[in-house]
């Protein structure tokens, strides 16, 4: 450091003296001012401004900066307002609206219903050609579906949020074909998250629910299950807990080799005790066994938001599991009770 500190004085002093001996021959090729008879003496001012060495390769850096400043200020412009766009739609994406499949992703709503209500409006409107049409008079048909579950005794249900997303009314079914009116009390956009509320006065309360709600992290390769509603029964589906994050490393999320199909999203994944560890989500498109579910955690911080926002109507989360020990078979029969087709009208 000393010796570039004593170079650098060096050539500040060896340029001061190049400037001085340049001054000094400028001044002596100036020509004398011819004399001119005034009221005051002549005076003779002459200002020498130092002249500064300039590298080529400098000076071929200006003159390209003096051409382009204009088009490389809009180039990064440009540049900056991509990478801002970008991120910001990845966030919107994240937080706003969720759509059925992107970046590799399925959420797993079920759309058979639309589907088959317009091969049915379209076979009525050709077998009542030339006459009135009675499409008007059937009954509305749900146009998307998902799976739900109950989360306490008084009547709130969890699903995922992009099942009941732009519904206009929401219906609750259960094996029994029991229906209830149901509507949405809060819900997690972020975390794919929502809680229902049954409307129904005929609704009397679920009961004492058979399993708890895990809040804290479950374990890597430890064997899962869930209960869903893909066609009109109810279907079970096991695996093992294969990553503790989600599509693309997102922490929120687990990731189970489960197969899953439109239809699943909402339901219960639950550990080999019957503890409430997940909410199914979605699906990565290349990998069939690749599921993903919210992890139960998220719900109890949706649960606790719900109590922070003071709902109205009580509710009381289950403490205590009823399902350790059962075999797999008792389990799935106790849970049937509780697991219910979510059918949104749009």
Known sequence: ??????????????????????????AAEEPAA??????????????????????RTERRLRQFWSGHRATVGVAA???????????????????????????????????VERIKKSQKDLTISLNQFGRPSSAAASPKESTISGTGFALTSEGYLVTSYHVIQGADSVLIEGRDKQRYHAEPVYSDVKHDLAILRITDKKFTGFGRLPYAIKAGQADLGERV?????????VVYGEGALSARSGFEGDT??????????????????????????????????????????TKSSYLVRLVDSLDAAKSGAPYHLPRFGQLAGAGRPKQVAKLRDYVFVVKVFE
């Open 225 to 233: 299950f869930t209960l869903g509603y893909p066609r009109e029964d």
């Open 1 to 26: 450091m000393t010796g570039t500190l004593r170079a650098y004085g060096q050539r500040q002093a060896t340029r001061q003296q190049l400037r001085g001996m340049h001054a000094a021959m400028l």
């Open 77 to 111: 412009s440009v540049a900056v307002l991509a990478v801002f766009s970008t991120l910001l739609g990845l966030d919107l994406w994240r937080t706003s609206k969720i759509k059925p499949s992107l970046y590799g992703y399925t959420v797993l709503r079920r759309e």
């Open 252 to 293: 929120a999320f687990y990731q189970v080799s489960i197969p899953v199909n439109p239809g699943n999203s909402g339901g219960p994944l639950l550990d080999e005790r019957g503890n409430l560890i997940g909410v199914v989500s979605g699906r990565q498109n290349d990998a069939q066994s690749a599921a993903f579910a």
């Open 34 to 55: 011819p004399a001119v008879a005034t009221e005051e003496p002549a005076r003779l001012t002459h200002t020498v401004n130092p002249m500064l060495s300039i590298s």
